[in-house]
């Protein structure tokens, strides 16, 4: 693969999915992210886009929601739909990280942060294997997925 043009594939791929022609959340969330591509240390955090101009246009009751703690958290899992959505139906390149979420403009970006969710998982399946195998036992059932996996 030619790495040495990816910021400018990336560009035309962010491009090509006509941000402009998105509507509501999926429209909110780009527009916030748009200015992130130009910038390599602008961040976006979900906060930030729950709060943002885009996002009470289309949203406007959450502007009472957000300072509510009781509703805050379905705002905030709303932002995180409408990411995995750019990301997944979209092809969005939207990466992230504990301080938030940005448009991948370098391949080293994406390496990172492929790296990332790859321990991610593994970190997230090896528990999950250990408490099985304890618990199998003690439930005395097993998963065919699980035993499969564990061969």
């Not at 976006?44 to 709060?51: R, S, V, Y």
């Not at 970006?109 to 408490?131: D, P």
Request: aromatic residues 12%; charged residues 30%.
């Amino acid at each position: 693969m030619n790495f040495s043009n990816y910021r400018e594939r990336m560009k035309n791929k962010i491009f090509s999915l006509h941000p402009e022609n998105m509507t509501g959340d999926i429209r909110a969330v780009m527009e916030n992210l748009m200015p992130t591509f130009d910038n390599e240390y602008l961040q976006i955090e979900q906060d930030a886009i729950a709060q943002s101009e885009w996002w009470l246009f289309y949203n406007s009751d959450d502007r009472r929601k957000i300072n509510d703690p009781k509703k805050r958290d379905s705002v905030l899992r709303r932002v995180r739909l409408a990411i995995n959505k750019l990301r997944t139906e979209y092809g969005a390149p939207i990466l992230s990280n504990d301080k938030g979420y940005w448009l991948c403009r370098e391949q080293s970006e994406a390496l990172l942060y492929i790296g990332q969710l790859e321990h991610t998982v593994k970190s997230m399946s090896s528990s999950y294997f250990r408490t099985y195998n304890k618990m199998k036992g003690t439930l005395e059932s097993t998963s065919s997925f699980f035993e499969l996996m564990n061969n």
